[in-house]
């Protein structure tokens, strides 16, 4: 699962960052997400998106609920600050946040320089059990929501969703590319019904795989596919559905719960429960 872990917030980030779109309100916009698997709703994802001008800030809260939230509790902000030149996001500052399955975890990123990223804290450090990921895979890397701005930035420029990035989250390494697969109706529900596009995404782990698994399987491509629309008429499109396959329990899917502009004043919450 550590490649549906990478590739599952990029997923959604995909669904998020959307919203940056060119031509897009100058307002933040809030966007909510519902995941669920095996028929379940186990977590929800939202996100602040401030992409005024010629830099972005996105903060992404990511939290399990039910009884994914009883037994197996995570609860993670995280924040990205950049600028654009022109479709290529240049981060600056990475920080996550928060528990996974109920352990403290921490990341803090800076870029010196495009692509030159700097690792400032890692809790917990990386496990002896994980191989590490070397300095030169690091350089010409981003950050993952950083990475999926740019590859929904391209589907608002061109229609079309070929694109690809290098990832790096301080304890993997991977390359997303993404497709165009057509265009597709969906059925109607509360947020969204009609036509949108089809993207295929895929992430490859290049370094960072845990030793204790099979080397040629932890590295082999991971799937996924956003549907994109236009679930506000006045707004760009946004991915409204993501679905990633798992091994032996079907699919992961991202529903969208809800979109808006941005109260004044308002945020999301980073209180640990």
Known sequence: MAQ?????????AAGLLALASPGAHAEPL???YEVRFAGLHVMDVEAVLDLEGHRYRVTTRTRTTGLAGVFSRSDQVTL?????RGAEPLPARYRAEGTWRGDRREVAMDWVA?????????EPPREPEREPVPEA???GTMDTLS???????TVALTGRCEGGAAVYDGRRRADITAWTDGVQRLPQNAHFGGEALRCGFESRLLAGAR????PEEAKKPQPATAWIGRPLPDRPPIPVRIEVPTRWFG???????GVAPLSSGQEIAQGRN
């Open 147 to 153: 990475a999926m701005a740019k590859l929904t930035r």
């Open 137 to 139: 895979l690091q350089r």
């Open 30 to 32: 809030l966007a909510r």
């Open 251 to 257: 699919h992961v899917r991202v529903v969208l719960a």
């Open 114 to 122: 495009p692509g030159q990223p700097v690792l400032r804290r890692l």
């Open 4 to 12: 549906t872990r990478l590739l599952l917030p990029a997923a959604c």
């Open 211 to 214: 030793l204790d698994r099979d």
């Open 80 to 84: 990205v600050e950049g600028a654009w």
